[in-house]
């Protein structure tokens, strides 16, 4: 009966053991987790502020670019858009030249109206790509955010468990205190 | 006052025959040039391409592949620029300030069969922006040789009238003489060599002051507009001149045969 006893005692205490011993490990493993999910929502939080403060330079830079572009070129534009298309150029050495001259002239000016819409569209293209990947950190963050939050949860849940758990053995001692002081 | 009357009448029709037979001349030599010089500059097709910057190698091997093309010859953004600039130079302030960027690479490439180059160059549009076909001035040829016609014809209306007029002044001033002459029978050639070579000799220097005129206009032409023109050909002005004389002997001989059938006897 002693001996049944006692096996029975060790077994619980061993029991109780190896659960003392591996509830903290896995509850230590999710604190890490939770450590470096939160490491890396600072870090994204770093990433969109970044952005954001980039996607406003670059506004300022091209609004920047485009009032100089204005200003620098709108009066060039305007007297080679007027200029005719067909111009005798008195200094030509050869037709050939005149003509090839002509066709350099037409290009010029195509390339100067589409400058401002090539630039404009620059922008946009720029500004929507880092709009894009802000938008993409944040869903990221969000998605790391509820896996935080889950696992806090988890960590939680774990802590009581382990509070729990660290009483019954604290019970056993005393009730094994009690029977030695009976026997 | 009528001899006043008569210089200024004289001296104006002959005024007129210069600037006319001048203006002649001038467009005879510029149809020439442009008969001659730029049927010499398209003798083969010549085309002008806007080559893409980030193309222009894979353009020059394309080029080279093709068997029609005889000649190339690039040019920068910046070459083009300059190119504007000195043909423009009303231009050239507006041009300055624009980066080489806005200004393409154009090539001219000389082929001897355009339609057959034309073909492979349109399956190839990764290289290209724009391209043109040269081709020769033919309004400007109109137009001069418009110009010469009509120039030609005024000139020899104006000889005429200019001749008619000696005849008129000369029959005016002999008619008693050429009279007497026809009624004794006396041949005609007496009276009309003599007004035949003072004529002649008054259509030759006109004539000489005509190419003058058109050989100072086509000096200042060139200075002006510089297109490779040649000086003026020996042959032009020479052939003015036998073109002049024959016309004043056919005209003069006309006009007096005329005129001494008018004459009364007595």
Redesign the interface.
């Given at each position: 009966m002693k001996f049944f006893f006692l096996l029975t005692a060790t077994l619980t205490i061993s029991t109780f053991t190896s659960t003392i011993l591996a509830k903290p490990s896995k509850a230590v493993r999710i604190e890490r987790q939770v450590k470096s999910l939160k490491e890396e929502i600072a870090d994204l939080n770093l990433s969109i502020e970044s952005l954001e403060s980039l996607s406003q330079r670059l506004k300022n830079e091209s609004e920047a670019e485009e009032e100089n572009f204005k200003s620098?070129?709108s009066g060039?534009v305007v007297?080679?858009i007027q200029?005719p298309e067909k111009?005798w150029?008195?200094?030509?050495?050869?037709?050939?030249?005149?003509?090839?001259?002509?066709?350099?002239?037409?290009?010029?000016r195509q390339?100067?109206v589409k400058?401002p819409l090539k630039m404009i569209s620059d922008r946009e293209l720029r500004l929507n790509e880092i709009e894009g990947l802000s938008l993409e950190l944040q869903a990221q963050r969000k998605d790391l955010e509820s896996k935080h939050s889950s696992l806090d949860v988890q960590l939680k849940e774990l802590r009581r468990l382990n509070a729990k758990s660290k009483k019954p053995p604290q019970a056993t001692i005393e009730k094994k205190k009690k029977l030695e002081v009976v026997e | 006052m009528s001899w006043l009357h008569w210089i200024v009448k004289e001296a104006g029709l002959q005024i007129a025959v210069v600037l006319i037979g001048g203006f002649f001349v001038f467009s005879w030599w510029v149809l020439g040039h442009l008969d001659h010089d730029?049927a010499k500059?398209f003798s083969e097709d010549?085309i002008?391409v806007?080559v893409k910057p980030e193309n222009e190698f894979e353009f020059r091997r394309f080029l080279d592949s093709r068997p029609e093309v005889t000649r190339y010859e690039f040019q920068s953004g910046e070459a083009?620029k300059l190119?504007?600039a000195?043909?423009?130079?009303e231009?050239s302030s507006?041009l300055k300030?624009?980066e080489s960027d806005?200004?393409?690479i154009?090539a001219?490439i000389q082929v001897k069969d355009s339609a057959g180059f034309l073909g492979a160059l349109q399956s190839e549009v990764q290289f290209f922006?724009?391209y043109?076909v040269?081709?020769?001035?033919k309004e400007i040829q109109h137009f001069v040789s418009g110009s010469a016609i009509v120039f030609l014809i005024l000139w020899m209306l104006i000889l005429g009238l200019y001749l008619f007029f000696q005849v008129e002044h000369l029959a005016h001033r002999d008619e008693r003489e050429w009279s007497l002459l026809k009624m004794l029978g006396s041949s005609a050639q007496k009276i009309f060599w003599p007004a035949c070579y003072q004529q002649a000799i008054r259509m030759f220097v006109t004539s000489v002051l005509a190419v003058l005129l058109a050989y100072w206009g086509a000096l200042q032409f060139e200075t002006?507009?510089?297109?490779?023109w040649n000086p003026m050909a020996v042959s032009i002005w020479s052939q003015f001149f036998i073109l002049s004389m024959l016309l004043t002997l056919a005209l003069f001989s006309s006009f007096f045969l005329w005129r001494y059938r008018r004459v009364k006897l007595g």
């Amino acid at each position: 009966m002693k001996f049944f006893f006692l096996l029975t005692a060790t077994l619980t205490i061993s029991t109780f053991t190896s659960t003392i011993l591996a509830k903290p490990s896995k509850a230590v493993r999710i604190e890490r987790q939770v450590k470096s999910l939160k490491e890396e929502i600072a870090d994204l939080n770093l990433s969109i502020e970044s952005l954001e403060s980039l996607s406003q330079r670059l506004k300022n830079e091209s609004e920047a670019e485009e009032e100089n572009f204005k200003s620098r070129l709108s009066g060039l534009v305007v007297h080679l858009i007027q200029w005719p298309e067909k111009r005798w150029g008195l200094t030509a050495s050869s037709w050939t030249e005149l003509q090839r001259a002509h066709l350099v002239l037409e290009n010029v000016r195509q390339s100067l109206v589409k400058s401002p819409l090539k630039m404009i569209s620059d922008r946009e293209l720029r500004l929507n790509e880092i709009e894009g990947l802000s938008l993409e950190l944040q869903a990221q963050r969000k998605d790391l955010e509820s896996k935080h939050s889950s696992l806090d949860v988890q960590l939680k849940e774990l802590r009581r468990l382990n509070a729990k758990s660290k009483k019954p053995p604290q019970a056993t001692i005393e009730k094994k205190k009690k029977l030695e002081v009976v026997e | 006052m009528s001899w006043l009357h008569w210089i200024v009448k004289e001296a104006g029709l002959q005024i007129a025959v210069v600037l006319i037979g001048g203006f002649f001349v001038f467009s005879w030599w510029v149809l020439g040039h442009l008969d001659h010089d730029v049927a010499k500059e398209f003798s083969e097709d010549r085309i002008s391409v806007i080559v893409k910057p980030e193309n222009e190698f894979e353009f020059r091997r394309f080029l080279d592949s093709r068997p029609e093309v005889t000649r190339y010859e690039f040019q920068s953004g910046e070459a083009n620029k300059l190119t504007l600039a000195s043909l423009y130079p009303e231009l050239s302030s507006v041009l300055k300030p624009l980066e080489s960027d806005y200004f393409p690479i154009s090539a001219l490439i000389q082929v001897k069969d355009s339609a057959g180059f034309l073909g492979a160059l349109q399956s190839e549009v990764q290289f290209f922006q724009s391209y043109l076909v040269h081709t020769p001035p033919k309004e400007i040829q109109h137009f001069v040789s418009g110009s010469a016609i009509v120039f030609l014809i005024l000139w020899m209306l104006i000889l005429g009238l200019y001749l008619f007029f000696q005849v008129e002044h000369l029959a005016h001033r002999d008619e008693r003489e050429w009279s007497l002459l026809k009624m004794l029978g006396s041949s005609a050639q007496k009276i009309f060599w003599p007004a035949c070579y003072q004529q002649a000799i008054r259509m030759f220097v006109t004539s000489v002051l005509a190419v003058l005129l058109a050989y100072w206009g086509a000096l200042q032409f060139e200075t002006v507009f510089q297109w490779g023109w040649n000086p003026m050909a020996v042959s032009i002005w020479s052939q003015f001149f036998i073109l002049s004389m024959l016309l004043t002997l056919a005209l003069f001989s006309s006009f007096f045969l005329w005129r001494y059938r008018r004459v009364k006897l007595g």
